[in-house]
């Protein structure tokens, strides 16, 4: 190929690829930018229903109590109450609105409830005035609260079309239902109570109890839709309790016009309270769960934004990369070359090497023996040779599987390198048996490192794949013999260590035997070896 003919491919294989990288950025930056308002849209959504469904299960409720309880008693505690409940109801409106996105994503219905709210508020900031005056002697302003609970329910009801995340909106809707319910039963209480208590000749507030009825109608089908989450099983269970059960028998038959004894109405009366209680701590739970779903959110758009702003610095990154790698991009050609050439030796290395224990095979060693010898033949008076195996390796395989077996031989394997010295050859010489040339060293010498190789193994607990540990011994035969440069064959010395490890298997396993000294051949011997040496042919 063409040098010019090379150059366009590897430009055209260093952009392309980039195009289409980029095209695909830009997808995704616009996709994430699209789900990073969303989840900002929602988070706002999520806190705006939190403080909305909290002031309406909390604290309207409270500055409802805390108000007829001075028109009750006016103390000073009393009134301190209060200011207190009044500052809090306060603060929360402030934060609810301050919590409202922008005009621009309302739709008009949102607009009309959040204006009918406004109004609501500001009849209780009369309302308040009128109390403070005493203009309420006698009277109760819960009608004022009433109906400014009721415009926050309407807020919440009107945020849930603009809502993306479906899980969100499923929370919403449980808020939604559980305070329609709640606000029925308290509807349901209050007017119920006062009807009873004002004698036979009371007029029967039937369009009142019936809003009630119907309230809890709305709030069960908003909750209908989710009856598999827990809070929503929690209040169904709540409701098919024997004593609520009754409770709304005793209200049927209240709408039907009857007037139950003194005994039922209390039944009836604990029985509306308990509920309204559960109904009311629910309501804080949903609330909750959605400020919690929210601060999720945040954290989410938070992650996108970092998201996005990472994806941006990397296209750029990527393109400043790109123009230098254009640059460089006839400068592979020669990088390639250079790889190919690496890999090839490695690939020759790996062919003289053992791939289970990293020691040389015997084809490495045999090639690394020879240059050995060679370079040793005017500095290395002696040479010797370690042959060494496992002791009844077979049972370790037979026992404990290959794998041990496996993991066992390479353990061996690094002891044998630690404890011989680091100039000395090592080779798995087959199985579970390996051989050692030791250069410049005489048998004696030689077997003192067996000795020490033989104790590390001794002393050595082999960890299994099984999680087990395991120690083994191994039997060792030495023989050496003067170095001579007329002849590097080492047949007979091999055979001399075989006959050796034999020995040493005979004495009991687990021992040095070291052979007998092979002399430097004579003058003439050497002459006639030296067309005729060569390597063992078990190497």
Known sequence: MKFETIKKVILAAILLPFVFMLIEGVVVIRTSLTQYRNLEKDRQFADVLARGGSIAATEILSEIGATRRYLAHPSSRNAIDMQRSRATLDNERRAFYASLPSRDVFDEGLVDELSALGLAYSRIVAARSAVDQGRYAGGDPGAIYWYAALKQLAVVDALSPLINDPVLLEKSNQLMGIMLTYYGERLITGIGTRYLDRGPSARFPVELLVQGKVMIGEGMDHMVFHSAAPIVRDIVGYLGRSSQVKANAITDAILAGSRPTRAIRDVWATAQNERMSFLQQKMIEAARDIHDTGENFSTRSHLHLTRILALCAGLLILATLVMVLAARGLRLIDRLTQDREALVAELRNAAQTDLLTGLYNRRGFEVAASALLTQAEHGSRWISVVLFDLDHFKKINDVNGHDAGDAVLRHVAGIARQNFRSFDLLVRHGGEEFLA????????????????????????????????????????????????GASRSFEDLVKRADLALYAAKASGRNCVVSGPVVPAPPQEERRKTASGGGFDSRL
């Open 437 to 484: 040339l030791l250069p410049d060293s005489m048998p004696a010498d030689a077997a003192i490192v067996a000795e020490r190789v033989r104790l590390a193994i001794e002393m050595a607990e082999i960890p299994l794949p099984s999680g087990d540990l395991l120690k083994v011994t191994a039997s060792f035969g030495c023989a050496g013999r003067a170095n001579d």
